[in-house]
């Protein structure tokens, strides 16, 4: 399949969100996420975290908190053999108006410059609105959004109300905030890129 740059969203995409996660033992993968993760980087695909960490802005956890999670996360997927190309953070509240922050293109700008990575190969997969519109504002070349994590809310509020076994496409993909396709999780978005790419 064409090799595509794969950005993640990390809390609900990949492992279980926790509220303002802190601790590396609160790290859990969410189901078929691993095996899936392997099989993308076997294809040839890049794999990219990018994650909004507002709870250093608001005070909730630590910068040192973050980095601690981050270099845990990195270590178990590294003993099961999945190597992420590059990671970007948002340490931001809201409020603070930065550029860095989902939907803003910020990370996609400071990864692509270390990597001269194109829009065009590039998918955003994630469980929020701001993944989506992250995805559309930078001008990738499909957003997904997922069920897991945030995803049935997000799903409610854009007015999809069922997502079948799998994948589906919703149709209307120009609608702001409308993913490419949904996906009930990282396994079947997998299939979906297959789909389309493959």
Not at 49 to 66: E, W
Not at 96 to 121: F, N, Q, V
Not at 166 to 187: I, K, N, Q
Request: hydrophobic letters at 40%; aromatic letters at 8%.
């Amino acid at each position: 399949m064409q090799h595509l740059n794969i950005f993640l969203d990390r809390d609900g995409t990949i492992i279980e969100d926790r509220h303002y996660l802190s601790s590396p033992d609160q790290i859990v993968f969410l189901p078929g996420v691993v095996q899936t993760l392997q099989a993308m980087q076997a294809a040839g695909c890049r794999l990219f975290l990018v994650t909004n960490q507002s709870g250093i802005g608001r005070g909730y956890f630590s910068l040192a908190d973050y980095q601690r999670v981050h270099q845990a996360l990195l270590e178990m997927l590294a003993g099961l053999g999945v190597f992420l190309t590059d990671t970007s953070f948002c340490p931001h509240a809201p409020d603070k108006g930065c550029s860095c922050r989902k939907p803003s293109a910020g990370m996609w700008e400071e990864i692509r410059a270390r990597h001269g990575i194109l829009a065009s190969e590039t998918v955003m997969l994630g469980d929020k609105e701001e993944d989506m519109a992250f995805g559309r504002n930078c001008g990738f070349t499909a957003s997904i959004l997922l069920s897991t994590g945030k995803g049935e809310k997000t799903l409610a509020r854009l007015g999809i109300s069922h997502v079948p076994a799998g994948w589906m496409e919703p149709g209307a993909p120009d609608v702001p905030g409308m993913p490419s396709a949904v996906a009930r999780d990282l396994p079947s978005a997998w299939q979906w890129l297959q789909h389309r790419y493959g």
